[in-house]
């Protein structure tokens, strides 16, 4: 069985996202209130296009709203898309609702209303971009929930304080873990007693608040 | 202004959109010797209040979290949300009572079908479609139609 994808509002957002989910195998749908815009998206081949507000029930409906498997919400007003996951969930019982959201502060209320996951373009926008701007400190940074979680990776350098040094020996905080060691194209799970050596790749699974102070004591910067 | 808004000890009462309800409710409200604060994020939209309403108003968009904030919204509010969007109306009255907890918020929805996300929230939903058909209907029965 397909699964159903349902995409509500957004031209370029959707267009793209719907091109990779029908790439995937998935049965997609979008709803599109501007009919120009629904003449751009129906060029996409399989892509099945409703033109109508995607917040009146009646157009989720005629969407098939009820054998959706995925619902995402894509306007540019937060308010719309809140009332869309909020009916594909209590209306149409969607499985999984996912709802773009433009004022981050407004994030956590989201989650609070049973949408299942929100994203927020600006912080994942400015979390890019901060992470380009200080490649040289960090190689990469990976953010999850809501960057409250960040996955970091750090090369060490022979001038580290924590080269030669076993993990055990290094003063890591308690919300902080190594997760994992490259080393020449090779990966090790690290233990207490495994040393750290220069040229080595970490992963660092930690809490945002302790991120400086993990890197600090790794990489002394 | 916000100076003297936050003197307020009153019941405070919030209309969140002065359009023609927003506009005529907050001058009945004063007139009833209410303290009243109208919301809206235009300018213009004052115009509609009558010459006599003096109450307060507040250039703001009642979407953002930071209107609430300046508005010191709290439990004791009563919050009336009456924007031109049935959606905006919605996000207002959930952030309103999940985020601060606002006991008595009434909320006009245009489209009855929508009402269907405000169920679990207790919220007072005022239809004008339901509200014109019952008042035609009490007006033919009247009439013996």
Known sequence: MKKNVLLVGGLHKAMSLAQSLLNKGYAVTVINDNYNDCMTLASIEDLEVIFGDGTKPFVLEEADGENMDIAIALTNKDDDNLVICELCKKKFHVKKTVALVRDPQKTRFFYQMGIDSVVCAINAITGIIEQQAFIDEMTNIISVEDGRVNILELKIGHHMPSVNKKLWEIDLPSEAIIGYILRNDQGIVPRGDTRILAGDTLIVICDQYVQQTVTKELTGR | ?145
């Open chain 2, 1 to 145: 202004m916000m100076e003297f808004y936050k003197k307020l000890e009153n019941k405070r009462i919030v209309i969140m959109g002065c359009g023609r309800l927003g506009a005529n409710l907050a001058d009945y409200l004063y007139e009833q010797g209410h303290e009243v604060i109208v919301v809206d994020s235009d300018e213009d939209a004052f115009r509609k209040l009558s010459a006599s309403y003096g109450g307060l108003t507040f250039i703001s968009d009642a979407t953002e979290l930071e209107t609430f904030d300046k508005l010191e919204i709290d439990e004791q509010t009563t919050m009336i949300v009456v924007t031109d969007s049935d959606n905006t109306n919605i996000l207002i009255s959930q952030v309103a009572r999940e985020v601060y907890h606002v006991k008595t918020i009434i909320c006009r929805l245009y489209d009855p079908q929508r009402e269907c996300v405000y169920d679990e929230f207790h919220i007072d939903t005022i239809c004008p479609t339901y509200l014109s058909v019952h008042r035609i209907e009490d007006i033919l029965k009247e009439r013996g139609a």
